[in-house]
Structures are given as C-alpha cells and as structure tokens.
C-alpha cells in the first residue's frame, strides 16, 4: 500500500544503503575476487569455490533488487508516477525478474554443467592447474575426443551469455574466467539502470 509524503530520511538511507552494497558486491564479485582467485588456486578449486558462493550471490543480488523495489514504490505510486520515475520503477522491476531468473535456473544450470566438465577432466588428469594458460593445449585436445565434453563446453558459452544478461550489475568477466569457473559476470544494461538511479536518487528524493 502507498505512503503519502516524503521518505523519511531513516528510508532513504535504508534505500540507498540496499543500493549501494547490491551494487558494491557486484563490483568485487565481477572484477576483483575472481581474477585473484584463479591465479592463486587451482582451476577445479577456483570451480568449487565459485559453484558454492555464487547462489548466495544471486540470492542476495535479488533480494536487495526486491527491497530496492519494494522501498521506492511504496513511496512512489503509479498514478502519481512522472516519466523519470516510471523509468526508475521500470528498471527495479526488471532487476529483479532478471535476478529471478539468474538464482533460479541459469545459476544452478551452470554449476551443474561446470561439475560434470571437472568430473571428465578429473578422469584426464585435469584441473590442477593454477591460472589461465596452463595446459590449453590438454584441455583443446579432450574436447575433441571426448563428444560429451564437447557438448558440454559447446553448451557453457550459451548459458553464460544468458546468465551475463540476467545480472543487474558490472558484467566485465574475461571468457578465460568464465571457462575456468563455469560462472559468467552480470549485465551491463541493468548496470546502466540501477546507476541512472543511484545517480538520480537525491534529485528524487532530497
């Protein structure tokens, strides 16, 4: 149910807090904690640690995408709703489908796929390897003999780019990570969006 008046500014800086940290985690998790990880253990590690943080991750980018919701409509009623604000809902609402989407099925979809790859390079005595570039070429050469494999990293690439769009957030992953992790960055235009509105959240509600 709507509430008449101003936000206090008790809600504001609830609001903007919510925002901020979303925003915050989204940035270590796409452009700090992931490059260190995978240059300091190795690509199976790196594969568990990211398959076991990341639903987390999504959950709790989806619920702060649903407080920020929730927070500025009920100080914002649709009939009350100018063309800035109408944006503004617009993208806490698509933020929070694509979040949806991400925590219920493209994550999980991609931990699944990343635990069969380790478990038929486990079989090839692959995954130890600590960074990028080791053993390329063994990796190259079990996807073309192995059409489960190939099926598999064929497969990823899809989910991920899916998964990349379904993230409001930075979304700058290199594919190299994206391979090692089986997990994919988060996406630029909701980034763009909820940046609109932390920008524009003292000409709303100051």
């Known amino acids: 149910m709507p509430t008449e008046g101003e936000p206090t500014t008790l809600v504001k800086a ?19 904690s992931g490059f260190v990880l995978i240059n300091s253990i190795s690509r199976h590690s790196f594969g568990l640690v990211q398959s076991s943080l990341f639903p987390y991750y999504f959950y709790s980018v989806l619920g702060g995408s649903f407080l920020n919701l929730a927070i ?26 694509f979040s949806a989407f991400n925590a219920q099925w493209f994550g999980q979809t991609t931990i699944e796929i990343t635990l069969e790859m ?35 990293r064929q497969r990823l690439p899809t989910i ?7 993230l409001p957030g930075g979304g700058a992953r290199s594919s190299r990570e994206r391979d090692s992790a089986g997990n994919s960055g988060s996406n630029p235009a909701c980034s763009q969006l909820s940046q609109q509105t932390f920008n524009n959240e003292s000409t709303i509600w100051c």
Not at 14 to 32: D, E, P, R
Not at 77 to 87: F, G, K, Q, S, V
Not at 123 to 145: C, D
């Open 160 to 166: 991920q780019v899916l998964q990349s769009e379904m």
């Open 118 to 152: 380790h478990e038929i390079e486990k079989e090839h005595h692959l995954g130890q390897e600590v960074g990028f570039v080791t053993n390329q070429e063994l990796y190259k050469q079990l996807k073309k003999k192995d059409p489960k494999y190939q099926k598999l």
């Open 14 to 32: 609830a609001h903007l807090m919510i925002l901020s940290t979303s925003w915050g985690m989204q940035i270590w998790v796409s452009f700090i």
């Open 72 to 97: 500025y409509a009920l100080y914002h009623p649709r009939e009350l709703l100018n063309n800035d604000e109408a944006i503004q809902i617009t993208s806490f609402f698509v933020c929070v489908i």
